[in-house]
């Protein structure tokens, strides 16, 4: 296949990847302002896709940038295009296989997986780059220890600030915070995990020798912009497709929420993306809500008002995600490799 229509195929991928992401993780941000009825799934999604959309004029392109760096890209070797394309293709399948099953399993994590394990298959271990690869590991641990951590802090301080309101009062309050609080999510959701598919569309434009390795990618350049336009408006349809199986995991199956609840652990998981996103960590944002989620659940019903065998579940799929879309990725790698390179 010629370089150009290899290109494009491979952009259009990760634009679809990006898609999938968009209604696999829609759960991420709609599931406690769901859960707790304040808004209808569709209006849910829609107000999370258009601030999913938004989230490119806030915050720098920091994540798409270590995403970029994961596989060692040679520009010489037009094999790298066909690297990154089928990890993308690992990524995909494994988001829609748990999306079926309606496990909220990290797209992030997928993403990573599938780029590695093709990178792996082609060049062996040493074209994995392990600086931002240990970071993105320490934060699979971090994450949702921080999203608990915030999410039990937040709810202890409105209950002791709402202490002498009627429920009745601070229910009301928090059904109208709750819009405010997802909101914000939703921006944190769009800006780290959209970034990831800018990384990958400039890993391959710099494997095409489209663009010099030192590029980097700015809202107010006109070569890049296209890229960030385009990343962010298919995380958007994404989430306005919606990802109601995953909703129900999330929303409803793990605990039982109030509004007081949905805000702290939507607040819990919004400080911790703006952190993670700041930094320039990919970072997953189902593991970020349902750390917070868990962490309000335990506050505010002990360990007894958790459902611990759904909880057990996802902590399967997710230590399951980097290592499955991994061998997917690199399955993927070796079929096209003996078909077509």
């Not at 992401?21 to 406690?32: E, L, R, V």
């Not at 940038?65 to 690297?83: A, L």
């Not at 993105?136 to 641990?141: G, H, K, M, R, S």
């Not at 949702?144 to 429920?167: A, D, E, Q, T, V």
């Amino acid at each position: 296949m010629e370089t150009a229509a290899l290109l494009t195929l491979t952009i259009c991928i990760a634009l679809a990847f990006d898609i999938v992401n968009g209604f696999h993780d829609a759960a991420n941000s709609i599931a406690t302002i769901v859960s707790t009825r304040v808004l209808k799934p569709l209006q849910a999604v829609y107000w999370a896709a258009f601030f999913n959309f938004i989230a490119m004029l806030i915050f720098p392109t920091r994540v798409a940038e270590t995403i970029s760096k994961i596989v060692k890209i040679n520009p010489d070797d037009s094999i790298f295009i066909y690297v990154i394309m089928t990890g993308l293709l690992g990524a995909i399948f494994w988001d829609i296989l748990t999306w079926r099953l309606g496990m909220p399993t990290s797209s992030s994590h997928a993403l990573i997986g599938g780029f590695s394990g093709s990178g792996v298959a082609y060049a062996g271990w040493e074209a994995l780059d392990w600086v931002p690869l240990i970071e993105i590991l320490i934060f699979i641990v971090l994450a949702p220890l921080i999203g608990i951590i915030l999410g039990s802090f937040f709810i202890l301080c409105m209950y002791w600030i709402f202490r002498n309101f009627h429920p009745a009062v601070v229910d009301g309050y928090f059904r109208k915070g709750q819009l405010f609080s997802a909101a914000l999510y939703s921006i944190g959701h769009g800006a780290n995990d959209a970034q990831k598919t800018m990384g990958i569309i400039l890993a391959v434009l710099i494997a095409g020798n489209v663009f010099p390795q030192d590029t980097f990618l700015s809202l107010w350049d006109f070569k890049t912009f296209w890229i960030i336009f385009a990343c962010h408006l298919a995380m958007g349809i994404g989430t306005a497709m919606g990802g109601w199986r995953i909703v129900k995991t999330m929303g409803m199956k793990i605990t039982k929420l109030k509004p007081v609840g949905g805000f702290c652990a939507e607040s819990a998981g919004t400080c911790t993306l703006f952190l993670a996103t700041y930094l320039g960590i990919p970072v997953s944002t189902t593991h970020t809500i349902t750390g917070a989620i868990v962490g309000v659940g335990t506050t505010t019903t002990k360990f007894s008002g958790i459902k611990w065998g759904i909880a057990r579940q996802i902590a399967w799929a997710w230590i399951l995600t980097i290592p499955a879309a991994s061998c997917l990725g690199a399955g993927i790698f070796l079929c096209v490799k003996a078909l077509l390179i």
